[in-house]
């Protein structure tokens, strides 16, 4: 397992999350994965807790960079599907 910091960013170009995480292999493919687990945990999230979530108005994340914690040289990215 590898542990990577991931940002993503909303469609007007501002942070919409950003975590670290524990993946098998990096890739655009597990970057996307993580973008739709975060979106199902956000969404419940929110239903169950009105109010407490600091990025509550921000978009959902359309580019994705992830790299390898303390190497962002091997930094790769992600678009979201449309």
Do not use: C, F
């Amino acid at each position: 397992m590898t542990r990577i910091q991931l940002y993503a960013w909303d469609a007007e170009g501002k942070l919409a999350h950003a975590g670290a995480h524990k993946v098998r292999t990096l890739t655009p493919q597990t970057l996307i994965r993580l973008e739709k687990e975060h979106r199902r945990w956000k969404r419940k999230y929110l239903h169950e807790n009105p109010g407490e979530y600091p990025l509550r108005h921000s978009g959902p994340g359309v580019l994705l960079q992830a790299w390898p914690l303390g190497h962002e040289e091997l930094s790769i990215l992600a678009r979201m599907p449309s």
